[in-house]
């Protein structure tokens, strides 16, 4: 997954720049330690912390990026798409598309990679100059279109299934 780069202060996407509130003081504490252990190279250890908290706090979407995150680093990729995902439908934050659009293509779910480039490319998010949307959208509507023709089905058909 291509990194992203990152203010010194890492924070989840937030539309607009704008933090959203989190349901408690400690929970905000909890979530930067997280931080602070995942930046020290000691995600299990994030993860460890923060898993138990998902069934106390199952809707706050920074939760849910930050044990995604904390996975990611730790080397479990499928671990950390639902995470993502549910920080995404959580929060409808456009600046999670950009994370889901990379974590969809180191794990070759290519539809689902075409589309989060495509939203991001479509609202316009801000990407940080090492990051070109409009390469990955080509070579991924290529990589679609010979799975299309290796198996005969139309392209919309092969990105619906």
Known sequence: MSKRKRKKRRSPPTAQGSRRRRPSVALGRTLDRAERMIDGGRAQEAIALLGPLLPS???????????????????????????????????????????????????????????????????QIDVPETEDVQEPIAVLEDRIADIAHGLGLPVAQVKQG
């Open 57 to 123: 706090y199952p809707r706050v979407a920074d939760l849910h990026y930050y044990l995604g995150y904390a996975r990611v680093i730790a080397g479990d990729i499928w671990g950390a798409l639902p995470g993502y995902e549910r920080a995404m439908k959580l929060s409808r934050d456009s600046g999670y598309w950009l994370p889901l659009a990379s974590l969809y293509l180191r794990l070759e779910l290519n539809a689902y990679a075409l589309h989060a480039f495509r939203q991001v490319q479509a609202q």
